[in-house]
């Protein structure tokens, strides 16, 4: 179909660079104080400046009542805003290609437990992409990927550089309440995917974004889409996009959403149909 060959000449030109597996100690920032909280879910426990929340009750106990709740750590891309470049840290080089990469780049994971984000990326940077391979492999003795577990700081600070300060990112936090089968169902997801990955990391195939709804999806927590996630959820933006209306769809069911604007001094990516009204 054209739409689908345009879209795809898209896709070439903005690849979402992702962290190689490191096992790096951070410590959590300690919580943030003078935010409402609901019934069965977590708030946000790092970073406070700026932060926005949207809050909702959550409705009475259905056949399958909320035990708890998971997070989805979204982190958007950026580059140097005009008149910081030289002053604000950007890897690599300005080209039109680097730019577009940085700035539509970004993480997603999966806090599936207190302080434990399930983070899908590459093992080692490689191929033209600098971010797993260009194509994915199907045979797991070739795959260049690997999920690791994050604390919830690690998961924010993944990028590194000027990515250290939690409070100058921009940001978004879906909360999602859960069923113990949900819960139950991700924590084997963890342990599974941790010990044996499931599929290749590569531009054209699975990330971090497609990765993320393919644990939820799993999980039973969204439903939108079963299959071809790498191409229905191929940019980080785009699972924010899908999480914010799965977010209008169940406010009443108790999902929540935070949202931080971020440091001035970086440009950063913008949300389909601009639904933060930044």
């Not at 399958?64 to 891309?77: E, F």
């Not at 010990?195 to 531009?203: G, L």
């Not at 971090?208 to 889409?225: H, Q, T």
Request: charged residues 20%; aromatic residues 12%.
């Amino acid at each position: 179909m054209p739409g689908k060959a345009a879209i795809l000449l898209v896709l070439i030109l903005i690849s979402l660079g992702a962290p190689a597996c490191q096992s790096v100690a951070s410590q959590t920032v300690p919580d943030q104080t003078g935010l409402q909280q609901a019934a069965q879910t977590r708030e946000p426990r790092t970073g406070g400046q700026g932060l926005q929340q949207t809050t909702h009750d959550i409705s009475p106990a259905s056949p399958d009542p909320i035990v708890d709740s998971i997070r989805v750590l979204c982190l958007y891309g950026s580059i140097p805003a005009k008149g910081f470049e030289g002053k604000e840290p950007m890897y690599g080089g300005y080209n039109f290609i680097n730019r577009i990469t940085k700035l539509h780049g970004g993480h997603a994971c999966v806090e599936y437990a207190p302080d434990k984000a399930l983070s899908f990326q590459p093992q080692r940077h490689s191929s033209i992409t600098h971010a797993g391979h260009l194509t994915n492999r199907s045979n797991p003795k070739n795959f260049n990927s690997c999920f690791r577990i994050y604390t919830e700081y690690r998961a924010w600070t993944v990028l590194g550089n000027y990515y250290n300060n939690i409070d100058s990112l921009r940001r978004a936090t879906f909360v999602i309440p859960v069923t113990a089968v949900q819960k139950q169902r991700l924590d084997s997801i963890a342990r599974v995917y941790v010990h044996q990955t499931p599929y290749d990391y590569s531009f054209l195939g699975m990330r971090c974004a497609s990765s993320s709804y393919e644990v939820l999806e799993a999980a039973g927590i969204v439903s939108e889409y079963k299959h071809d996630f790498w191409y229905n959820v191929f940019t980080t933006r785009r699972l924010r996009y899908l999480l914010y209306k799965e977010y209008l769809r169940n406010k009443d069911k108790g999902w929540r959403l935070y949202t931080c604007k971020g440091s001035l001094s970086r440009q950063w990516e913008t949300d389909q149909d601009n639904w933060t009204h930044y």
